[in-house]
């Protein structure tokens, strides 16, 4: 069970992290996960100079509560719910639709108008190149070819709904899903090369 973590343990990593390991390339040996990989992984989920301030600003509560959850493990969850919301909040801005419109229906408008593209995402192309953990299969190509885009976006809208409506499921996804959400909202607001 979650409880308030006591004033003098604030500033201590979350014993749940001494569970989990990571490595630096897919060749590298495997090391205990550190305050530095959070940080990192909320930092390379950046949005460009073109994305409204706005955006950015809303965005950033979400790369500080995956930083954050170094210290508080279920902030990684958080994390991933603040992302969804700041892609919505970025397709409301870029479509300038009103706060009525549903998640679904932005997403489809955004792709529709070819803002959302297959090209634009790089996590996820290539399952041979993602690191994973120790004896873990890596996934063969899916046998059926699909439109990248279109997949994110319904597995965007699924996840985000999952957790906008209450769970108590927690995991260790937010360095992945910043990353595809800061990457989708980047092409929201590509500058058109003249």
């Known amino acids: ?10 500033g201590e ?6 569970f989990f390991v990571v490595r630096d390339t897919p060749s590298s ?18 949005l460009h100079a073109d994305v409204p301030e ?13 930083a954050h959850s170094w210290y508080c493990y279920p902030f990684n969850v958080a994390a991933q719910l603040h992302a969804y919301i700041s892609v ?9 639709a009103p706060d009525s419109a549903q998640f679904k229906k932005l997403l489809k408008e955004a792709m529709d108008l070819g803002l959302i593209r297959s090209d634009g995402f790089t996590y996820g192309r290539e399952p041979e190149q993602q690191p994973y953990p120790p004896n ?17 976006a319904d597995a ?5 709904n999952d957790l906008a409506h209450g769970t108590n499921m927690l995991n260790m996804k937010g360095g992945t899903v910043l990353l595809v959400c800061s990457e989708l909202i980047n092409q929201l607001f590509v500058v058109p090369q003249a």
Do not use: C, W
């Open 1 to 10: 069970m979650e409880e308030l973590k006591p004033l003098e343990q604030l």
């Open 13 to 18: 990593p979350d014993e749940r992290h001494q």
């Open 29 to 46: 040996p495997y090391r205990k996960i550190a305050a530095a990989d959070f940080h990192q992984m909320a930092e390379h989920a950046s």
């Open 54 to 66: 706005e955006v950015r600003s809303h965005f950033a509560m979400a790369q500080n509560l995956l």
């Open 88 to 96: 919505e909040f970025a397709l409301r801005t870029r479509l300038k």
């Open 136 to 152: 873990t299969t890596v996934p063969g190509a899916p046998v059926e070819i699909r439109d990248y885009a279109t997949d994110v």
């Open 156 to 160: 965007m809208r699924s996840l985000r």
